[in-house]
């Protein structure tokens, strides 16, 4: 069964960036598309971003040219980078793969 740890949320100033990580265990990380989702509070859960095994990326129209998805197969690990934060993306934010979800990580957004 898979486990996904995230980490790397916290309060930044607007304009300011974030890194999430989230490291998975449990299964071959390699074959599985991976992504990054939010929920801010009152809203649904959205999706931010998706990697597939092969690298090809999709993103939220919210978040293009500011966040960057990426992944290390050989750390079984996948990544947000988040540049140019704005307080709308405020939000507890959840790796996912196929049949399961993260914890969440809080970023917070605020001067």
């Known amino acids: 069964q898979v486990q996904l740890v995230e980490s790397g949320g916290g309060l930044v100033q607007p304009g300011g960036s974030l890194r999430l990580s989230c490291a998975a265990s449990?299964?071959?990380?390699?074959?599985?598309?991976m992504g990054w989702y939010r929920q801010a509070p009152g809203k649904q859960r959205e999706l931010v971003a998706t990697?597939?095994?092969?690298?090809?990326?999709n993103y939220a129209d919210s978040v293009k040219g500011r966040f960057t998805i990426s992944r290390d197969n050989a750390k079984n690990t996948v990544y947000l980078q988040m540049n140019s934060l704005k307080p709308e993306d405020t939000a507890v934010y959840y790796c996912?793969?196929?049949?399961?979800w993260g914890q969440g990580t809080q970023v917070t957004v605020s001067s």
């Open positions: 996912w793969r196929s049949n399961a």
């Open positions: 449990g299964s071959i990380f390699s074959i599985y598309t």
């Open positions: 990697i597939t095994s092969g690298g090809r990326t």
